[in-house]
């Protein structure tokens, strides 16, 4: 969706470790940066779509908004994320990018965040839209081996894609897209550690627009992900 206006309060990106997880506790767990997708009012200030690049891209969006519920995505996510953070909090140490709906963070700065908090791994939530109401399903979006901002990430968040897409289409029935590589996302490519986009299904499906906001399915699609990563980290360690 295109960029909306700039009219927005500026703040500066803030990484909270989920307070569940004290130094000693969480000191063997895997860490886990989450990035609920998008904000209140869109950026259309420019930056940098990978380090040292001169191409530009508008710093974030707004987002999509749903055809059947009127709610946009970037509440959505919202939503989702702050389930997920409760869910991982026992085995994971959780950062969350904090916002409220009326922030100003840009996706560069988002994945500087995560960077810093020596994440092993960044999920981006999203959720899809589309010219056509009929396409519907999950997409996993990772970063592209083509890339050269990304290719020394792009082995282990191919791989935790893969494991993420089996537990949340398994725990949720939905339809899958598939597993799609990306080197044209900022948040990717000025990722320094493995990072996956979920896109959670289409707000422009008027069905899958309902079922998003539903909280028994929120609930199946964070139980897929705690299961996705119990699998991911069971299997690479």
């Given at each position: 969706?295109?960029?909306?206006?700039?009219?927005?309060?500026?703040?500066?990106?803030?990484?909270?470790?989920?307070?569940?997880?004290?130094?000693?506790?969480?000191?063997?767990?895997?860490?886990?940066?989450?990035?609920?997708?998008?904000?209140?009012?869109?950026?259309?200030?420019?930056?940098p779509v990978?380090?040292?690049?001169?191409?530009?891209?508008?710093?974030?969006?707004?987002g999509t908004?749903?055809?059947?519920?009127?709610?946009?995505?970037?509440?959505?996510?919202?939503?989702?994320?702050?389930?997920?953070?409760?869910?991982?909090?026992?085995?994971?140490?959780?950062?969350?990018?904090?916002?409220?709906?009326?922030?100003?963070?840009?996706?560069?700065?988002?994945?500087?965040?995560?960077?810093?908090?020596?994440?092993?791994?960044?999920?981006?939530?999203?959720?899809?839209?589309?010219?056509?109401?009929?396409?519907?399903?999950?997409?996993?979006?990772?970063?592209?081996?083509?890339?050269?901002?990304?290719?020394?990430?792009?082995?282990?968040?191919?791989?935790?894609?893969?494991?993420?897409?089996?537990?949340?289409?398994?725990?949720?029935?939905?339809?899958?897209?598939?597993?799609?590589?990306?080197?044209?996302?900022?948040?990717?490519?000025?990722?320094?550690?493995?990072?996956?986009?979920?896109?959670?299904?289409?707000?422009?499906?008027?069905?899958?627009?309902?079922?998003?906001?539903?909280?028994?399915?929120?609930?199946?699609?964070?139980?897929?992900?705690?299961?996705?990563?119990?699998?991911?980290?069971?299997?690479?360690?």
């Amino acid at each position: 969706m295109a960029p909306k206006g700039t009219a927005f309060r500026t703040e500066s990106p803030e990484i909270i470790a989920s307070a569940g997880n004290t130094a000693s506790s969480a000191a063997d767990k895997p860490i886990i940066c989450i990035d609920a997708g998008h904000q209140g009012k869109g950026n259309n200030d420019k930056e940098p779509v990978a380090p040292g690049s001169k191409a530009m891209k508008p710093k974030v969006s707004s987002g999509t908004r749903g055809v059947a519920t009127g709610k946009p995505e970037y509440k959505l996510t919202l939503e989702v994320a702050l389930k997920l953070e409760k869910a991982l909090d026992n085995d994971y140490k959780v950062e969350m990018i904090r916002r409220s709906n009326e922030v100003n963070i840009s996706n560069r700065e988002r994945a500087i965040q995560c960077n810093k908090a020596d994440s092993d791994l960044i999920l981006r939530i999203h959720a899809d839209g589309s010219d056509s109401s009929g396409v519907q399903g999950m997409s996993f979006l990772y970063p592209s081996a083509k890339s050269r901002y990304t290719k020394d990430i792009t082995q282990e968040s191919l791989a935790a894609a893969k494991v993420l897409s089996e537990a949340i289409l398994r725990e949720t029935g939905a339809k899958s897209q598939g597993l799609k590589p990306r080197d044209d996302l900022t948040g990717f490519n000025w990722s320094k550690v493995p990072s996956v986009l979920i896109e959670m299904g289409f707000m422009t499906n008027r069905k899958e627009d309902r079922l998003l906001s539903m909280p028994e399915y929120q609930d199946k699609i964070v139980k897929g992900i705690k299961a996705g990563l119990d699998a991911y980290y069971k299997k690479s360690g």
